[in-house]
């Protein structure tokens, strides 16, 4: 069967929507872009769809990836061999389900297959993803990095680098879609900081594991991207590899999965502070939970082992190798990798320190009581309710309105990891009804105009003139 016999149900289903709204947003002098989405993977192209169909055009999408298959986390440091959501969640799709995975699935594979599957694999997510893309003919600026935001009164200036050459665009509108170290990074810990980066690699760094083959490895953390790395090395011929958990046991409780039904996820952003500073802290203090396959894929090496209550004291260089001192132990390794999480901070990004002192922090809104402090939490963007960056102090930015967050930043403020399937049914439709909002009301006069002036009439008084009654005129009678 042909692609585009594949695909007939999708077609249709876009035939019987209709055509794309028109763009009635007015072009303004010197614009370039209404909004430009920072980002080329899932999330980011589903807002190129989505505003699409709210009639919002010159929308750019743009990426430093080389090209499709190196953006993103799918193709590239992602290594579990499943997506870790559950298969039936709404994603891309927004509401049209012949667009939706199962819909793509299904047509490929057929529904006996889909049903058979337990979780989606994380490659043919990624080849789902490639297919709507093309399929709704999105296209992504690869090779395009974001080096710098400059506010103007009205709009920003985007420092770009395209392909390694400076370029200047602007831009009324900025979404970051663009992943877990959106508005942070990688989070290394201190006691590994002062080794060479020959020795030590974060889970999101392009590890080469099959230099790893016949080497004895450490992976400190034991959330999934750790269990996942582990499987790696040892699936790449690692000679040993020992993840070490500070915890006594391995975190098995998910805190997110709990809250994650309609009542709770849709009406989450209106909770109090105290209620979802208090469930961030929470999920925070259970840990993150690998998926039960990770741990299934490691434990099945023999040569794979888990250190419990096993924190680092100190790591030094030994040689070519690492001594790492656990507990009253020392343990030599070739190489460590750091399962380690992400932090969040916006003074650490680059593009966004023209005015990230602006930006108005968890800690700037909320203070807790002293048991749930969390230093990492208070770093987070206290976000609007389109998760829009707010003033530190009122008056001082105003722009900063107009720089919509989907990434893991938002966790906080909206109680799911942002930017992953869970969060798209609800928060994609939120920040383009919030951009449509914003930049019809910026352009208030020309609408105004636009639906109250004067038009052609759409007929003529000639078209209905013979049907009008006449009063007949009566004869005079003797």
Known sequence: MTTSNFDFTAREALRLLGPDPENWVPDRSGIDHNVTIIGGSGSGSTFVFALRRAGIGRVTEIDAADDEAHAGVWLTRARMRTLRTPKHLPGPELGIPELSFQAWYEARHGAAAYAEIDRIGRVTWAEYLSWYRHFLGIQVRYRTKLVRIEPVAGFFRLHLEVNGVPLLETT???????GVAGTGGSYIPPILADLPRTLYAHTAD???????????????????????????????????????????????????RVRDYPGAYDNYPQLPDAARWFQAWHFRQAGTAPPPNSIKRAIAFPNFHIHLSAPWKSARKLGDRIAIQVNDDVFEFDFAIAGTGYFVDPTKRPELADFAQHIALWRDRYQPPEDLRDDGLGAHPYLGS?????????????????IHVFNPAGLVSFGLPVGDIHSIRRDVPAIVSRISHDLFFKDWAHHEARITGDIAPDFEDSLYAAAVWKQPIETATR
């Not at 009324?172 to 879609?177: E, H, L, N």
């Open 172 to 178: 009324r509108k900025i979404i970051f879609a663009n």
């Open 206 to 256: 392009a590890i080469d594991f099959e230099a790893l083959r016949g080497k004895t490895v450490a992976v400190l953390g034991a959330a999934a991207s750790a269990f996942d790395a582990a499987a790696v090395a040892l699936e790449s011929g690692a000679k040993a590899v020992h993840l070490f958990v500070r915890r006594s046991a391995i975190a098995s409780l998910s805190v997110l």
């Open 386 to 402: 389109a998760h829009e960056y707010q003033e530190k102090v009122p008056g001082t930015a105003p722009y900063l309105k107009d």
